[in-house]
């Protein structure tokens, strides 16, 4: 059984950093893509960052590029968010997806944690 744990979430104040972790029991990293996707209250699920382990290819959104960065090793999988910004706001999650499935679709991830909350203050 595939479980995955965010931690890291927490109240941070505009321009602050926050670092998100992933852990994964049940599934190595190393044979996944591993993605972080936001929701904010009455919003759709977006977006954020992805790793494709085998090539170490990473993708982001837009709105984060240059500010978040995914990184991590066989146990754990990171999400550095600098520069936040009170729009950054909503629950964080976690999901690991198969290798050949395109990165930014939420369709391609099997798996998912419950998530953690990101707050930014203004």
């Known amino acids: 059984q595939v479980q995955l744990v965010e931690s890291g979430g927490g109240l941070v104040q505009a321009g602050g950093s926050l670092r998100l972790s992933c852990t994964a029991s049940?599934?190595?990293?190393?044979?996944?893509?591993v993605g972080w996707f936001r929701q904010a209250p009455g919003k759709e699920r977006e977006f954020v960052a992805a790793?494709?382990?085998?090539?170490?290819y990473t993708s982001y959104a837009g709105s984060v590029k240059g500010r978040f960065t995914i990184s991590g090793d066989n146990a754990k999988v990171y999400l550095q968010m600098n520069s936040l910004k009170p729009e950054d706001t909503a629950l964080y999650y976690c999901a690991v997806g198969a290798v050949a499935q395109p990165l930014g679709v939420p369709g391609s991830y099997a798996y998912w944690g419950q998530g953690t909350q990101v707050t930014v203050d203004s």
């Open positions: 049940g599934w190595t990293f190393s044979s996944a893509n």
């Open positions: 790793l494709r382990w085998s090539t170490g």
